[in-house]
C-alpha cells in the first residue's frame, strides 16, 4: 500500500488564486480527515468525512475554504480566494473505524504571496 | 469534552539519557490514546498506541508509553535518546463519540544534544 497521497507538495500562490490540494487516502479506510498545521496554532481539525459524507465541518476556518469526497479514493480541499494567512501545512489522515489511529499523508506546504 | 496536555512544548536531552515526555488526558470513558512523532518536513507517523489492553505499551524506535488510569497520564519514554530522535511528538487521545476523531496535544519538541 502507498499509504496516503497528497498533492502537491508544495504550493506557492498569489493572494486572491484558487487553491485545490488533493487526498487520496488508503483503501478500505473509512474515515478522512483534514488537518491544517501552523507554528501558531499547531494541528487543527478541518473537516472529516465518514464513508464520503461530511461528518463536522466546524473547524473549516470561512466560507472561502470548501472540501469534497466525490468517492472512497478522493477527497480535495479548495480555499478559494486564497490570503496570506492560509499559508500552512496541510495534512490529510485517514483510518478505519476510527480506532486504531490515524495514516497522515506527507502533507502540502502552501505558501500565499 | 475530551482534552490532551502535553507539559513542555521544548525538551532537550543529551544522547544517551532518558527521554520522557509527558502527557495528561481528560475523558469520561476509557480512551483510546495514541503517540504521533513528526520529523522536519514530514507527516505525522503514528509511534504507539493503547487500546485497553496491556497498560505498558511498546512502539517503534524504542519508545514506549504506560497509561496511568488513576493519573489520567500516557507518558512517552525511552531509556538511551539518539540524534535521530529529535522531532516533534504529539500526544493524542480518541474521541468518546466513537466519531474517528483524535483530539491533538499541542506536540513537545524533543532536541537532543551530543
Known amino acids: 500500500d502507498a499509504g496516503v497521497i497528497q498533492s502537491p507538495r508544495h504550493e506557492v500562490t498569489e493572494m486572491g488564486q484558487e487553491v485545490t490540494l488533493r487526498c487520496k487516502p488508503i483503501s478500505g479506510h473509512d474515515y478522512l480527515f483534514w488537518y491544517r498545521q501552523t507554528m501558531m496554532r499547531g494541528l487543527e481539525l478541518l473537516i472529516y468525512?465518514?464513508?464520503?459524507?461530511?461528518?463536522?465541518d466546524s473547524g473549516m476556518p470561512e466560507d472561502r475554504f470548501s472540501a469534497k469526497m466525490p468517492n472512497a479514493s478522493f477527497s480535495t480541499l479548495k480555499i478559494q480566494p486564497s490570503e496570506p494567512r492560509d499559508s500552512a501545512v496541510y495534512f490529510c489522515?485517514?483510518?478505519?473505524?476510527?480506532?486504531?489511529?490515524?495514516?497522515f499523508g506527507s502533507g502540502t506546504r502552501l505558501t500565499v504571496v | 469534552a475530551q482534552s490532551v496536555t502535553q507539559l513542555g512544548s521544548h525538551v532537550s536531552v543529551s544522547e544517551g539519557a532518558l527521554v520522557l515526555l509527558r502527557c495528561n488526558y481528560s475523558s469520561s470513558v476509557p480512551p483510546y490514546l495514541f503517540w504521533y512523532v513528526q520529523y522536519p518536513n514530514q507527516g505525522l507517523q503514528l509511534l504507539l498506541k493503547?487500546?485497553?489492553?496491556?497498560?505498558l505499551v511498546k512502539g517503534i524506535n524504542g519508545f514506549e508509553a504506560e497509561f496511568k488510569k488513576s493519573e489520567t497520564s500516557f507518558h512517552l519514554t525511552k531509556p538511551s535518546a539518539h540524534m535521530s530522535d529529535a522531532a516533534e511528538y504529539f500526544c493524542a487521545v480518541s474521541d468518546t463519540s466513537n466519531t474517528g476523531k483524535l483530539i491533538f496535544g499541542q506536540g513537545t519538541t524533543l532536541q537532543v544534544k551530543p
Open positions: 468525512f465518514n464513508n464520503n459524507v461530511p461528518i463536522d
Open positions: 493503547y487500546t485497553s489492553a496491556a497498560t
Open positions: 489522515a485517514c483510518t478505519y473505524r476510527g480506532r486504531g489511529g490515524y495514516t
